[in-house]
């Protein structure tokens, strides 16, 4: 059999033919238009599941059902997109919808991150480990966490949101509005502040060179990194420990055989695997009796939303 | 069927007999010899089984098994005693060794946290729920989840250690020599230490005077605050603060129907409770999308490690 994931983003909608090893056959990908009515909205979705069926030339009885990944608050079970901040799917029905458009019964939602950890918990970083807690440090922070290999997503798939956890109740404010959450310190919009702060205080630093002629991103300080900078270094130093502080915290709860980075952040590879690595090993509880927590970056990138809501039928 | 359930403390070793509706028909307690060789402290635990299964009058093939809760590390599925910081049963293959001297095939042990939790969602403050977290104030602050239904112990049974993750990194030292954990702050310890700093702060106060008369418990800062002292009242508000912080990262992480204060503290009662379950919803992640989660006292009290040692193997 085969399964259709449709991975929904501010930028495209991406849908993709995927068979039971978690392999894409074929891939389609459309626009998207947020600021549309919802019904137009699912109707491009639905578009681009035909797509997907025509396109790869799979018999539509081979298709075991749509499994489709959304940003924000999914509740999975009444197949309802309960919250979404850039794309205009609140309150949408987005399952029984999709289900009705294209005839396929078997449609599955979830939220983005929930997919891509589980596609990287079954297919990717953490094949062939039970218990896993997925992180993703971009824009902001997203956990998507797997118990006994089942998505963990809590009442009314409310859970599952480890980026507004506290680590440091006096600290700065959230994108939520709450103080000190791990999303205000371990998000790359966060290291870009960190990284701005730094050049403010050190002008004179290579990072405030580099950040004047080629402005701040997510990556400015590992480049300035690399090239010697004292200052950059610090500021990752500093960066590395607060990702810890929260990895640590989803460690002492699940205690997983894996902690998976994704995101922009995790493009950096060693640079911020294998400190994080340390920093888990070193500070997770009861370390002296247990076995090692590897902390590994993810490894099916773009793909695992895709991936990972096909997997939501398997 | 009928299940013996053995909760095991460092003052007593508690047995007791229980039926498929979690009431305890009948109980034998024996003192804790902690310091005993540990094959000696397993003999008294078998001796306790014996005990229950005569004085109940139970035949002993109505008997579907032996749960034992026991407090530190404890790897469930081998059945070993991983850690255990009073009594000496560290590294104690205890499982097999029960099974062995009291001829019942049948025994599962578990962390007593755990326990208490598995018993309070299944007959207690809990009963209906599928996802419980269960915050125990005493000594330390332990913590028992429960995911759709069953424990969740994290591989080889090291996780669901919710005391020791960081709400405030540059905080206090926990027990555990790391900073800014949540028993740091919210353990029963924690909050005479915020009493006893906030009666040398203010020793014209009646917190101080009731402190210096009687002494510091846990239980002062309550009574003081109950007879109108303002410094009482603002130590009370401050540790609801705390507590509700570690009560909100779980929210977020689980999103629970319920959390189930245990401990000493939540004797208390509404003084307590209330301010804690508002602060959890003013707090939670996605308040204003979600339902609303319970917060309430643990109903089971000392029963609590019998009935979920026993629950273990319902």
Chains 1, 2 share one sequence.
Do not use: W
């Not at 797509?51 to 790869?56: A, D, N, T």
């Not at 956990?143 to 700065?172: D, M, Q, R």
């Not at 310190?185 to 060179?209: D, V």
């Not at 055989?257 to 911020?272: F, L, Q, T």
Request: with cysteine; charged share 20%.
């Amino acid at each position: 059999m085969f399964y259709i994931g449709i991975d929904i983003g501010g930028m495209s909608i991406k849908g993709g033919l995927v068979n039971e090893k978690g392999e894409i056959l074929f891939k389609h990908t459309l626009v998207t238009e947020p600021k549309k009515p919802s019904e137009e909205i699912v109707r491009d979705i639905a578009s681009v599941v035909e797509r997907v069926i025509e396109g790869s030339g799979v018999k539509r009885d081979e298709i075991a059902g749509v499994g489709v990944g959304c940003p924000g608050s999914v509740h999975d079970e009444a197949g309802i997109v309960r919250y979404c901040c850039n794309i205009n799917l609140v309150g949408t029905p987005l399952r029984d919808m999709l289900a009705s458009i294209t005839g396929i019964g078997a449609v599955k939602i979830s939220n983005d991150a929930n997919c891509a950890a589980l596609a990287e918990t079954m297919f990717g970083a953490g094949e062939g480990a039970k218990n896993t807690v997925m992180v993703t440090l971009g824009t902001g922070v997203g956990t998507g966490i797997v118990v006994e290999g089942k998505l963990l997503v809590g009442n009314k798939s409310a859970g599952a949101e480890g980026g507004h956890i506290t680590i440091n109740f006096s600290g700065p404010e959230c994108g939520c509005k709450k103080r000190g959450h791990f999303e205000a310190y371990a998000s790359a919009t966060a290291l870009m502040g960190q990284t701005r702060a730094a050049c403010e205080k050190h002008p004179e630093s290579l990072l405030a060179e580099i950040a004047k002629d080629d402005g701040i991103s997510g990556k400015t300080v590992f480049i300035a990194a690399k090239r010697g900078d004292k200052v950059a270094k610090a500021v990752i130093n500093r960066y590395i420990k607060y990702v810890g502080i929260g990895l640590v915290n989803f460690a002492n709860i699940f205690f997983p055989e894996v902690i998976i980075i994704g995101g922009g952040i995790s493009n950096e590879g060693d640079a911020v695997i294998k400190p994080l690595r340390r920093y888990v090993q070193k500070n997770v509880y009861g370390a002296q009796y247990n076995p090692e927590i590897k902390v590994v970056a993810a490894t099916l990138k773009n793909d695992a939303g895709i991936i990972g809501a096909a997997a939501l039928l398997m």
